[in-house]
Each structure stands twice: as C-alpha cells, then as structure tokens.
C-alpha cells in the first residue's frame, strides 16, 4: 500500500519548535518531490515547503522563511520539517503530500496531517 504518514506535531509555546516527519511506504521517496503544506481552521491550504528529489533544493512560504527547515533522509525514507520559533499563526494541520517532478505538483500522494497547536 502506497501511503504517507506524518508525525511529530503537538501542542508547543510561542517561541517552541517541533519537528514533523513524513514517513512514505510503498514507494520510494528517492524520486520524489515532497512538500508541507498547512491548514488553519477557515483558511485555504497552503504550502510552507518544498523539497526536490533531483538536488535536493528546497524552498519556503515567506511566512516561514528563516524559522523552517526542510531536510531528507533517503535511507530512512523519510522527510523532515523543522519548525522553530513557532508562533500561534503557525497553528494547523500539516500535510505531507509527493509529486512526481515539480513543487508546483500535481500532488499524487498525501498523509492524513499531523496537528499543530502554537498556544500559551
């Protein structure tokens, strides 16, 4: 079975950090572009992250830029998203989603999201 699990989120303080990971099964995240995406309560989904398969080349929200890491772990087929000085905004569900060639998708496999609550 072809899936992405995410984990790693939980409730954190302003100012925490948390580190998602977005495991693949059933295919190799070798070849893949993987992206992070985030949906707070009454807003649209948006990418934070993006990472390449080819160079490994990553890119950022500006939102998030500076605060957030993306990184991957081909021998554990597993890729990360480092999240520091987190604020209340940062709060959502994040979403690990793989294309095949470009950041701009199409996105062919998602995971069920992991929560993320900023909060005091």
């Known amino acids: 079975q072809l899936q992405l699990v995410e984990s790693g989120g939980g409730l954190v303080q302003p100012g925490g950090s948390l580190r998602l990971s977005c495991a693949a099964s059933?295919?190799?995240?070798?070849?893949?572009?993987i992206g992070w995406f985030r949906q707070a309560p009454g807003k649209e989904r948006e990418r934070v992250s993006c990472?390449?398969?080819?160079?490994?080349?990553?890119n950022f929200a500006d939102s998030v830029k500076g605060r957030f890491t993306i990184s991957r772990d081909n021998a554990k087929n597993t890729v990360y998203l480092q999240m520091n000085s987190l604020k209340p905004e940062d709060t959502g569900v994040y979403y690990c989603?793989?294309?095949?060639?470009?950041?701009?998708?199409?996105?062919?496999?998602w995971g069920q999201g992991t929560q993320v609550t900023v909060s005091s």
């Open positions: 059933g295919f190799s995240l070798d070849y893949s572009v």
């Open positions: 990472i390449s398969s080819s160079d490994g080349s990553t």
């Open positions: 989603a793989a294309a095949l060639y470009y950041c701009s998708g199409p996105w062919v496999y």
